[in-house]
C-alpha cells in the first residue's frame, strides 16, 4: 500500500489550499484515513480524520476552518483561512485491518 500526498506550496496568510492524499496497492476501503502535520521541531499532530464508523474529528487548532473529505481511499483537506503557524508537513494516514499506512508528506508554508 502506498499513499501519495500532494496539493502542498506556498500560500500568504489568509489564502487556501487543498490536500490530496490517494491510495494505491489495494481495493480494500481504509477503515479510517486523516492528516497530521509536524511543525520543525514540534510534534506530529493530527489534524483530521474520517472514518465511516466516527465521522469526522478535527484538532482543536482547526476552528472550523478545515474540512477533510473522501471519496473511497481518496482523502483531501480543504484548508482555508490559513494562518502562518499552519506551516509545516502534512501527512495522510490510512488504517487498514488495524494497520496504519503513512504517506510522505507535503510541505505548506504560510507567509505572513
Known amino acids: 500500500v502506498q499513499l501519495q500526498a500532494s496539493g502542498g506550496g506556498l500560500v500568504q496568510a489568509g489564502g487556501s489550499l487543498k490536500l490530496s492524499c490517494s491510495a494505491s496497492?489495494?481495493?480494500?476501503?481504509?477503515?479510517?484515513m486523516a492528516w497530521y502535520r509536524q511543525a520543525q521541531g514540534k510534534q506530529r499532530e493530527l489534524v483530521a480524520g474520517?472514518?465511516?464508523?466516527?465521522g469526522t474529528s478535527y484538532g482543536d487548532f482547526v476552528e472550523g476552518r478545515f474540512t477533510i473529505s473522501r471519496d473511497k481511499n481518496t482523502a483531501y483537506l480543504q484548508m482555508n483561512s490559513l494562518k502562518p503557524e499552519d506551516t509545516a508537513v502534512y501527512y495522510c494516514?490510512?488504517?487498514?485491518?488495524?494497520?496504519?499506512?503513512w504517506g510522505q508528506g507535503t510541505l505548506v508554508t504560510v507567509s505572513s
Open positions: 496497492g489495494t481495493v480494500v476501503i481504509f477503515s479510517r
Open positions: 474520517i472514518s465511516s464508523e466516527d
Open positions: 494516514s490510512a488504517v487498514r485491518f488495524g494497520v496504519t499506512y
